[in-house]
């Protein structure tokens, strides 16, 4: 099994900056493929980014050339760097592991709120 604790989230103005944080534990955890995906109210959670045990990144549309996934194996760790913000990008980010042989977690969640 995986565990998986998000930081980094909070309250930034429009056009500003966040990084996210997303620190694994449990077995394994560098043949999974990590991601960041969000959710508002009333929709599915939608993928942002992911990125494959390898390091190859993979971007949704909506946050390409503003948004970096990366990931460091040795401390487990996958980060999400978040730049010109805008107000549609508040949601409720959720780090995933995700591995078909492995199983896929989850973590708790946290929010991030772009707003002036």
């Known amino acids: 099994q995986v565990q998986l604790v998000e930081s980094g989230g909070g309250l930034v103005q429009p056009g500003g900056s966040l990084r996210l944080s997303c620190a694994a534990s449990?077995?394994?955890?560098?043949?999974?493929?990590m991601g960041w995906y969000r959710q508002t109210p009333g929709k599915q959670r939608e993928l942002v980014a992911d990125i494959t045990s390898g390091g190859t990144p993979n971007y949704a549309d909506s946050v390409k050339g503003r948004f970096t996934i990366s990931r460091d194996n040795a401390k487990n760790t996958v980060y999400l760097q978040m730049n010109s913000l805008k107000s549609e990008d508040t949601a409720v980010y959720y780090c995933?592991?995700?591995?078909?042989?492995?199983?896929?977690?989850w973590g708790q969640g946290a929010q991030v709120t772009v707003s002036s």
């Open positions: 995933s592991a995700r591995s078909p042989a492995l199983g896929n977690y």
């Open positions: 449990g077995s394994m955890v560098s043949f999974y493929r």
